[in-house]
């Protein structure tokens, strides 16, 4: 607008810094404490703050340079008021899995979460293996300790196959198009048995 003392908006980020202000601004949004306290809700809550988590990280990859280098600049600058994100954002973990006394409660709300984590990687076309393999790594081990799980569980074996598969690749190869295709609906497979287990 004329006048206004604002002419840095209309500069070609501003479609991403959009972008991303509205990321921050929705990730407390209807997910308060009422919501995790609900056994029900947890899953849910955990797959939608991991995926806003993975959003974010993409997003802020786009806008960081001289003008914005860190997520509170981002927020003095745009004067956004959201402490339950920014909390969310710098521990990089739903509130979830801060949760120490129930660990099975820990453990689904991990294992959740480390399946978004991963398959938005995917889709936000981030398939390097030195950031798909640590998530994915976790993600199994994560499992193993999930006692409740059957030893049969198929997720463990598809998550095993595309270690081995990560394993025989540098830091720096990258999967292609037709195995991240295969991955995602692997993983995604494996994810929804795992919910059918939870709701069993």
Request: hydrophobic share 40%.
């Amino acid at each position: 607008m004329p006048g206004s003392g604002r002419s840095e908006c209309s500069a070609p980020p501003r479609p991403r810094l959009l972008g991303l202000s509205s990321a921050a601004r929705q990730l407390p949004v209807g997910w308060g404490l009422e919501a995790v306290a609900d056994g029900h809700a947890l899953p849910r809550y955990t797959a939608a703050c991991s995926r806003l988590l993975v959003q974010y990280k993409a997003a802020f990859r786009q806008v960081q340079g001289s003008e914005i280098s860190s997520i509170d600049e981002f927020c003095r600058k745009f004067r956004l008021d959201c402490p339950l994100a920014m909390e969310r954002i710098k521990e990089d973990r739903p509130i979830t899995i801060k949760d120490d006394k129930g660990n099975l409660n820990r453990c689904i709300a991990d294992v959740v979460s480390l399946f978004i984590t991963v398959m938005d990687k995917l889709r936000l076309e981030i398939r390097a293996m030195d950031e798909i393999q640590p998530d994915l790594r976790e993600l199994m081990e994560t499992m193993h300790r999930m006692s409740h799980l059957p030893p049969d569980f198929e997720g463990r074996q598809t998550v095993s196959q595309w270690l081995q598969t990560l394993s025989g690749m540098s830091a720096s190869d990258e999967l292609d198009d037709n195995q991240v295709r295969q991955m995602l609906f692997d993983l995604e497979s494996a994810y929804n048995a795992f919910n059918r287990f939870l709701h069993a």
